[in-house]
């Protein structure tokens, strides 16, 4: 069983959980340059305390070394207190400033350096301090000589530590710039796995809720509605239930209306049939012949409303199927050859001839829903096209749509019909000639599936004859369920 995370108690909860543990790597990422940053400021700072440090120092021990030569030879010469006191206390100075040398950060040769002119100025006042006879001038002079050297070696030297703090700063700082980069490069990729984990997250509950809606217009309401999730989406989960069983129940409710509509009037519509029928085979006794005219009449009017009670019913029908398509990719040459199929042997019996211009094209459509669209546009054209006349059906495909045109050598639509004429039940006037009228309803059901699927139909005013235009968009079956 795979580990479900709970959630937050609302769906802002959610959000800003979410947008604190996409933040988090970025914060850390923050916090960890801002920590080197401060470190590397520190090493600067020390870098730069320890490279004066040692060149002010160095900078005394050659002032203490020039003091403590001339001091030298002065004792050379003559025993004098004042001038032992003088090079005791430039002696003490000496050894404070060689201390605060030995605290800093020094390379070998600037240590050894160091340590020579400490061993020596200490050899040369022993020299001058013990009980021994006074050493040479010359002696001293030598020897005060070498010190200076060596503390003069000191000083260069002292000046190559700035360089190396400098040259071990740079390279920190390039270390530094370097996991700062790899840092932020791997930041921003946890933040994007975090991000993309928990799109997935919240958007489950999205998923559920636009899936529970998409089954509610579909018309199926069988299965619960459960959304999880924050407690907000799980009670709009339980609202969207309460919906599907409302739903349900008014669906049961119409379907047993028409059902008990269709049988209430067809058990006394059966029985007049059979009585006119009865009447009109002349069992109950011969009939004068205005009487068979009148039971003539009664025997149309029952098919008549028989036939319109059967197609009210396919409206019905109709309409809850526009809402319910199940679109997949169609050939609009095979869709047009099923759909004239049936209307075949009517227009052989009147003598009319059909004419098929239809390009290669396809359209993500419900195919059953599509065909009984273009039945219905071809028995109307069937029904009002005069014997011997001609139908043509012509499919082309355009930018981002699919046209489909029949036309008939028939009577045509009266301009102030066109816009009536997809309406329920509407008929039109009667011309002359013309064959008996419809229900009015199988233009209307064409309107219905035809706007069910994104398209649109219509009377093509300019054209001679019957000239209807279906109009189908290239979309996909997203488009489609929004459409329907």
């Known amino acids: 069983m795979a580990l479900r995370l709970p959630y937050p108690r609302s769906f802002l909860g959610l959000l800003l959980a979410g947008f604190s543990l996409v933040a988090l790597p970025l914060v850390g990422a923050l ?17 730069v305390f320890s490279a004066s440090q040692a060149a002010r120092a160095s900078r005394s021990l050659v002032n203490r070394i020039d003091s403590i030569e001339r001091l030298a030879q002065q004792a050379a010469l003559a025993r004098d207190p004042d001038v032992a006191a003088d090079y005791a206390q430039v002696r003490r100075s000496l050894r404070q400033i060689a201390d605060e040398l030995y605290l800093l950060p020094l390379e070998r040769a600037q240590l050894d350096a160091l340590n020579k002119v400490v061993e020596e100025e200490a050899a040369l006042y022993a020299r001058l301090s013990g009980p021994a006879p006074r050493p040479d001038p010359r002696e001293v002079q030598r020897l005060t000589a070498q010190l200076a050297d060596h503390a003069y070696e000191v000083l260069s030297i002292s000046h190559l530590v700035a360089d190396r703090e400098v040259a071990r700063l740079s390279a920190y700082a390039e270390a530094v710039q370097l996991r700062l980069v790899l840092l932020i490069v791997f930041g921003t990729a946890v933040a994007l796995a975090i991000a993309l984990a928990l799109g997935r997250y919240i958007a489950r509950p999205i998923s559920e809720l636009d899936a529970a809606i998409r089954r509610l217009g579909r018309g199926d309401f069988s299965g619960a509605i459960s959304v999880p999730g924050p407690e907000d989406l799980q009670t709009l989960g339980e609202r969207l239930d309460w919906l599907r069983r409302r739903l349900a129940e008014l669906e049961a409710e119409k379907n047993r209306f028409l059902r008990h509509l269709s049988h209430e009037l ?13 009447l009109n085979d002349q069992v109950a006794g011969p009939l004068a012949p205005p009487q068979r005219r009148v039971v003539g009449i009664m025997r149309d009017n029952g098919i008549k409303l028989q036939r319109l009670i059967e197609e009210l019913l396919d409206y019905q029908r109709a309409v809850h199927a526009a809402a319910s398509l199940t679109p997949q990719r169609v050939a609009v ?16 019996a009147n003598g009319q001839k059909l004419v098929l211009d239809l390009e290669q094209a396809f359209v993500d459509a419900d195919p059953e829903k599509l065909r009984s669209v273009l039945d219905n546009l071809v028995g109307n054209a069937v029904k009002f096209t005069p014997r011997g006349g001609t139908i043509r059906i012509v499919a082309r495909a355009a930018a981002d749509s699919v046209i489909l045109d029949v036309i008939d050598s028939g009577p045509g639509v009266p301009a102030e019909e066109r816009e009536s004429i997809f309406d329920s039940f509407f008929r039109g006037r009667v011309r002359p000639g013309g064959r008996v009228a419809g229900s009015g309803l199988g233009l209307a059901i064409a309107r219905e599936l035809a706007e069910a699927h ?24 997203r488009a489609l369920a929004v459409a329907a």
């Open 31 to 47: 916090v960890y340059s801002a920590w080197n940053t401060e470190r590397l400021a520190e090493q600067s700072r020390s870098a």
């Open 266 to 278: 067809k058990t006394p519509l059966t029985a007049l049939r059979e009585g006119t029928e009865l």
């Open 333 to 348: 040459e095979s869709l047009v050859a099923e759909a004239v199929r049936p209307h075949q042997l009517p227009m052989q």
């Open 454 to 477: 994104g398209g649109r139909i219509g009377v093509v005013a300019e054209a001679e004859g019957g000239h209807f235009r279906l109009t189908l968009p290239q979309g996909r079956s």
